[in-house]
């Protein structure tokens, strides 16, 4: 079998299938430089709750309380620290504004059953002294946890070579060029050209820092927050790493903005002053791959035998690579697609397409 595209998604799946007896190709002229080597990593299926995004909270879910036996055995498997860290997230509100906003959604995420538990500013900044005096409030979500996904494709690539995964460094520019019985395509945006559906480039600017000295950030948590109106996050690495982002644009260019940079910055020193002593080591833009209703889609392709897809994770690849590599290598294996498929198989945006 072949799977085209070597970010985390790909290279998960091919892992899997080659642990299950097949021989498996990865096809990627560039691996691991897709949106993975931008994203921050939060594995957050409470943060990352929405509106109207029911069965996607689930596969969240589901795929998140796989992570730590995924993140032990692909340790065991690579000798690769993913930096898996476990201390939660803490989701704040900068002004009273910032607050309601912030509100309604843990409301509604509560009203899911999910973990999240708002806490006042003196317990915010008991758990993170870090944070600004003007923060109004907070939440916590203990189940949301990170990973890095610079290190996961380290891991993954590693891991899958000594299963017997092959690496064909080639750039596939239609899936008759693919000899296989059956083709994975994992790559992301460029899926679209591949398969004609409808998944497209969402540009997403991010920042790293680094703190001073060579020491830990001054804060643990994951910290999402609102500013004045804006969405940001942060992640601290024990590397000394925070990671800043991302804004969200419906562009296909990868070319890093004065604007996005500042506006960045700005609301993430709202929330946590240090951080204007810290280092700017990379400002980098990266796209993921959207679809109409953002989830992903995952499945066999309408119209063309043999192939299956895994692509359109939009925010959701790293969190979701490891349900969604169990599904595809089930599915692959006994032919029978597993339920949890039905709601992001290929065939819910219709059948009309050109096949390349």
Known sequence: MAVVGGGPIGWAIAWRC???GLRVVVHDDRPGSGASSVAAGMLSPVAEAYFGEHELTGLLVSSAARWPAFA??????????LGHRTEGTLVVGL????????RRLWSYQQGLA??????RPSELRDREPALATRVRGGAVAPGDHQVDPRRLVTALRAAAGRAGVA??????????????RVTVVAAGCGAAALTGLPVRPVKGQVLRLRAPAGGPPGFRHVIRGYADGEAVYLVPRDSGEVVVGATVEERADTEVTAGGVLTLLRAAAELVPELVEYELVEAVAGLRPGTPDNAPVIGPLPGLPGVVVATGHHRHGIVLTPVTADLVAELIVTGEPDPALAPFTPDRFGKERTWN
């Open 114 to 119: 999910l973990p999240i538990t708002p806490l």
């Open 95 to 102: 002004t009273a504004d910032d607050l309601a906003e912030a």
């Open 167 to 180: 690496l064909r460094p080639v750039r596939v520019g239609a899936l008759s060029e693919v000899d296989a």
């Open 72 to 81: 032990a055995e692909l340790t065991a498997a690579s000798g690769v620290d």
């Open 18 to 20: 080659a642990q299950r």
